[in-house]
């Protein structure tokens, strides 16, 4: 139990189909992160939120929409996506937004293949 | 045995020796630095951090050792056994305590097989 849970863990879906993602933290933790992780490539930051406000979005495609409802909850809708967003979608929490002594606890990610 | 950095992407150990990781980071105003362990089909667990005012720091069965002269950062296990085969990454960032914002820019990270 790593303390943030990812549902689903393995999302096949097409081209045209909307979807989204699912991240629930049970630590008492203030910021979420969504990140992407791809073969052979560093974790890539996509979207940072503090008290369930918004503060990083790194220059993601609109077809990836995030959501925080409140700060135990981190949704990633998903409409119209390409193949090669096909990747590993890592949710990640922390007791407050990155700091020394504030490390980043994540979820098992979202397997995500895109046909 | 010993990788270096991101050059040599896996590294294979004997189990019960000592197995040392080795990173290199870009930004000399880093002063946060994070050992991360993912293990197959699993998110990135975190081992061991350490502040750019400390070149070492040791926890259970890990010690992390920072030289900031030449952007190295290297993470030391000893007695590796079977459960820590993994990709292990480091991560680096300037926090707000040092003028900087709130990124990890992580590394790619290296293989490590544990053999019987």
């Known amino acids: 139990e790593t303390g943030v849970t990812q549902t689903p863990r393995h999302l096949v879906m097409g081209m045209t189909n909307k979807k989204s993602l699912k991240c629930e933290q049970h630590?008492?933790?203030?910021?979420m992160y969504w990140y992407k992780q791809s073969a052979k490539k560093p974790l890539e930051l996509m979207f940072v939120?503090?008290?369930?406000?918004?503060?990083e979005n790194n220059s993601v495609p609109s077809r990836f929409s995030p959501e925080c409802p409140n700060s135990s909850h981190l949704f990633l809708h998903l409409h119209t996506l390409q193949p090669e967003d096909s990747a590993l979608y890592l949710c990640a929490s922390s007791q407050d937004l990155l700091a020394a002594n504030s490390p980043l606890h994540f979820g098992n990610g979202t397997r995500l293949t895109v046909t | 045995g010993e990788s270096v950095g991101l050059h040599l992407p896996t590294l294979s150990v004997q189990e019960g020796d000592n197995s040392i990781i080795n990173c290199a980071y870009s930004n000399s105003a880093s002063d946060y630095f994070i050992w991360y362990k993912q293990e197959s089909g699993k998110g990135p667990q975190f081992i061991i951090d350490?502040?750019?005012?400390?070149d070492k720091r040791q926890g259970q069965r890990v010690t992390v050792l920072l030289n900031k002269t030449v952007k190295h950062l290297s993470l030391q296990i000893a007695a590796t056994q079977p459960g820590d085969s993994a990709v292990y990454f480091c991560a680096e960032t300037r926090t707000p305590l040092a003028g900087g914002g709130n990124k990890l820019t992580f590394g790619t990270g290296t293989q490590l097989k544990v053999e019987l």
């Open positions: 939120y503090n008290f369930k406000e918004q503060t």
């Open positions: 350490i502040r750019s005012n400390m």
């Open positions: 630590l008492g933790h203030n910021a």
